[in-house]
């Protein structure tokens, strides 16, 4: 029996992300031996849900930390339904494109910040078994440039034994 080959490929809420599902769709329709692991990480919670100015009375305090949980229980559902909608979305695209159901994967993470997104892609690419990521890469205005960076040549100024595909 062959091995298959995986391939994760990282969503965001972008456009971008449905263009890299089309594609992938296009050229893997019809191979019998590939699995798609479809990752979404969640974005850190926003400042406002990790600190709060606190109270010098301890029943105020437990009483803030109380609705600072609540919010924050709120804020991850939203942000979990919003990931399973889009890897609905990716999973119909590729099943109409061909690929078995069974040869599917959807995963969810949550970052804890920004900065460790590539590192995060990475380790569910390693956890999952995958020897190929595939990203998105969106243009970005020349100003936009200047202060963003593009998560794709981040992946592949790092990547290490693993096949990185970058969809424009």
Request: with cysteine; charged share 30%; aromatic share 4%.
């Amino acid at each position: 029996m062959t091995k298959k080959e995986k391939i994760l490929i990282a969503l965001d809420d972008d456009l971008t992300s449905k263009a890299v599902v089309k594609y992938v769709g296009r050229i893997t329709s019809g191979e019998k031996n590939l699995a798609i692991c479809l990752l979404h990480i969640i974005p850190p919670l926003p400042p406002q849900l990790r600190e709060f100015r606190g109270s010098e009375d301890a029943k105020m305090e437990q009483q803030l930390d109380r609705e600072l949980d609540v919010k924050c229980a709120r804020w991850t559902i939203n942000a979990e339904r919003a990931a399973q909608a889009l890897l609905r979305k990716a999973t119909t695209l590729l099943t109409k494109a061909g690929m078995p159901s069974h040869s599917l994967e959807t995963c969810v993470r949550q970052s804890v910040n920004h900065e460790d997104l590539i590192d995060d892609i990475f380790a569910a690419a390693e956890e999952k078994k995958c020897q190929t990521i595939v990203v998105g890469r969106s243009s970005f205005s020349w100003l936009k440039e200047v202060f963003h960076r593009h998560v794709a040549d981040e992946l592949v100024r790092k990547a290490s034994g693993v096949t990185i595909w970058v969809v424009e």
